[in-house]
């Protein structure tokens, strides 16, 4: 079955850095975009960075460019949020998803999330 599995969140302080991973595996991770969400308490769900399928595609929310890196591995069906200057509004559940859209269906796949907090 389809599942996508995030990890690296957790507690750091403002300025500090955090690489998350989000391992893909029950589809074919080459014919999806790739993207991170979050959503922090009390807030919509929001676009952080996506990815499309060939790589050829990358945006971010305003909110993080120049701060976060979006990147993926095909070989190992990875997915990757570098973030850097972490700031204490970053902090939210973040989440991995998987999306391609063919003439005649919508795929759309999400993982668990895992928490980043920070604050000094």
């Known amino acids: 079955q389809v599942q996508l599995v995030e990890s690296g969140g957790g507690l750091v302080q403002p300025g500090g850095s955090l690489r998350l991973s989000c391992a893909a595996s029950?589809?074919?991770?080459?014919?999806?975009?790739m993207s991170w969400y979050r959503q922090a308490p009390g807030k919509e769900r929001e676009l952080v960075a996506q990815i499309s399928s060939n790589e050829a595609g990358i945006s971010y929310a305003d909110s993080v460019k120049g701060r976060f890196t979006i990147s993926r591995d095909s070989d190992k069906n990875m997915v990757y949020l570098q973030m850097n200057s972490l700031k204490p509004e970053d902090t939210a559940m973040y989440y991995c998803n998987a999306y391609r859209t063919t003439t005649s269906r919508e795929y759309d796949y999400w993982g668990q999330g895992t928490q980043v907090t920070v604050s000094s």
């Open positions: 029950g589809f074919i991770f080459g014919w999806y975009a």
